[in-house]
């Protein structure tokens, strides 16, 4: 069975520019939540989306934004990028009530701006 | 704001050597702790769900505890193999929002 996938793996951008980053959720799991984890700290929450509405929203800029399309796929775009941007983004889904419980990642996109 | 906090940041054992990590959290309403195991390079592993104090939950050489201000990680007989990150996880609430916060975590280095 796959996994979560996340697509691209590693990516290079300059300050300023935009950025789309992509989630595929296990089959079936209609849960997906993104979150930055920099280097030597835990991940941090940006966003759960369930059933295609937004349910959960964690402390960053609105830079940062989401969505979540039909087939449960997932999209991260952040605006105007800041040396700051540059981390490991993790997605992942959850198959369990409104998705917050058990959830599964991906590898990561990493991202780095310079 | 949700607070977690993990101790200690790093803990080496040797094959067999029995020792715990510690959790602690303040969250306003718990609504579940997570442990999670992340190697180098990968996204976290699921491990445990716990929601309520006196809770239990055992898979292989680890067991996870919780209390009202802590959990526990026990890792019994560790083996090389357990060698990884292990985060934990609060899930709170905050204006209506669902919000989960991870604590940084204890880097395990298990010898042989």
């Known amino acids: 069975d796959a996994g979560v996938t996340q697509s691209p793996t590693h990516l290079i951008k300059t300050r300023g520019q935009h950025v789309t980053l992509r989630c595929s959720p296990i089959s079936g799991h209609k849960s997906v939540s993104w979150y930055q984890q920099v280097l030597g700290q835990g991940p941090q929450f940006i966003f759960q989306?369930?059933?295609?509405?937004?349910?959960g929203r964690g402390n960053f800029p609105d830079r940062f934004s989401a969505r979540q399309f039909p087939n449960y796929s997932s999209e991260l775009n952040v605006n105007a990028l800041l040396l700051g941007d540059s981390a490991l983004y993790l997605c992942?889904?959850?198959?369990?009530?409104?998705?917050?419980?058990?959830?599964?990642f991906g590898p990561g996109t990493r991202l780095t701006v310079t | 704001e949700d607070q977690v906090t993990q101790s200690p940041e790093a803990l080496r054992l040797q094959e067999g050597e029995s020792s715990s990590l510690n959790c602690s959290y303040t969250?306003?309403?718990?609504?579940?702790l997570f442990w999670y195991r992340q190697d180098p390079g990968k996204g976290p592993e699921f491990l445990f769900t716990l929601y309520s104090a006196g809770e239990e939950k055992e898979k292989e050489r680890l067991k996870a505890t919780l209390t009202k201000k802590e959990s526990f990680l026990h890792i019994t007989a560790p083996k090389p193999e357990d060698s990884a990150t292990y985060l934990c996880?609060?899930?709170?609430?905050?204006?209506?929002?669902?919000?989960?916060?991870f604590g940084k975590g204890t880097m395990l280095l298990v010898s042989p």
């Open positions: 996880a609060v899930l709170g609430s905050w204006s209506g929002y669902s919000t989960l916060t």
């Open positions: 992942a889904s959850s198959g369990t009530g409104t998705g917050m419980n058990e959830q599964y």
């Open positions: 969250v306003s309403g718990l609504r579940g």
């Open positions: 989306y369930y059933e295609k509405e937004e349910r």
